[in-house]
Nanobody, 125 residues
Framework: VQLQASGGGLVQAGGSLRVSCAAS????????IGWFRQAPGKEREGVGY????????FYGAAVKGRFNLFRDNAENTVYLQMNNLKPEDTAVYYC???????????????????WGRGTQVTVSS
């Protein structure tokens, strides 16, 4: 599978932005997609996880209540809607594929087998 994240940009604090993850190849609906972000000098952080076949969703504590994940299987795309953005949300955002049916440890990057190139999100204060 090939994944491509896009839609990043510059936004003011309090604003919204939607990034997308387009997948090609494989049976898109059969696996989960995770979103991660990485700011300079920091570890990669789990933002959210979505498995459409079960409706299972998880969000990182830092974004819960502000970010929302949804997918369009017909378009092979997962969207990350980011609302009420804060300067600390500034990072490169990545999407990744995760096989298997369990959502436990969804926030661990090592449990994902395919990664797309990231997209930069910058939130100005």
């Amino acid at each position: 599978v090939q994944l491509q994240a896009s839609g990043g940009g510059l936004v003011q604090a309090g604003g919204s932005l939607r990034v997308s993850c387009a997948a090609s190849g494989d049976r898109f609906a059969d696996y989960a997609i995770g979103w991660f972000r990485q700011a300079p000098g920091k570890e990669r952080e789990g933002v959210g996880y979505l498995k459409s076949s079960t409706g299972m969703k998880f969000y990182g504590a830092a974004v819960k209540g502000r970010f929302n994940l949804f997918r369009d299987n017909a378009e092979n795309t997962v969207y990350l809607q980011m609302n009420n953005l804060k300067p600390e949300d500034t990072a490169v955002y990545y999407c990744a594929r995760r096989l298997g049916s369990r959502g436990s440890s969804w926030y661990l990057p090592l449990t994902y087998d395919s990664w797309g190139r990231g997209t930069q999100v910058t939130v100005s204060s």
